[in-house]
């Protein structure tokens, strides 16, 4: 029985480790004819986010941070969709509040996805623990996802066109 990817999850924190895998996601999505989904799930609170991101100013009231926030979410889709080569590609993007690691697995179910494709952090020699070398939110997706999980690594970037999209392949779970 084989199975067909119609529908891919690429999550996002708008990291370079999450620009590679949605890069990934878009070629594989490309090859497949599969219809791509960008989720950004933010777990700081409206007023953290805004501090962390230097919007916040003392005369801002709850509505403007969180318009601030809205479109600085939405300019950062937008510049990530102008580096993809997308033509002839659906996408969708969603930011959602909430903890990362329920909220893609969440939308996974939602979407009825096919294929997660997720980054992956670097790995350094005192990186010895799963989840401090591949990020706690990549490995609870790994365990968790309602389909099988392609972990991307970061030097998986900008692999030249001959090479075979298998060689971007850091782990599948099934």
Known sequence: MSMRIQTILV??????????????GCELAQQLGAKLYL???????????????????????????????????EARFSELLTTLNHTDLQIQSLSL????????????????????????RGVTAA????????????????RSSPCPTLVVRLDHERRPKQQPIASGVGALNT
């Open 11 to 24: 999550p996002t924190d708008f990291s370079k480790n999450a620009h590679v895998a949605v890069e990934k």
């Open 39 to 73: 989720l950004h799930a933010q777990d700081e609170s409206t007023l953290r986010t805004a501090i962390k991101e230097e919007l916040f100013d003392g005369d801002a009231t709850d509505e403007l941070l969180q318009a601030r926030v809205k479109n600085m979410v």
């Open 97 to 120: 509040r909430g903890d990362p690691k329920f909220l893609i697995t969440q939308y996974a179910n939602e979407i009825n996805a096919d294929l997660v494709v997720i980054g992956m």
């Open 127 to 142: 990186s010895r623990i799963v989840s401090a070398v591949i990020g706690s939110v990549t490995e609870y997706g790994m």
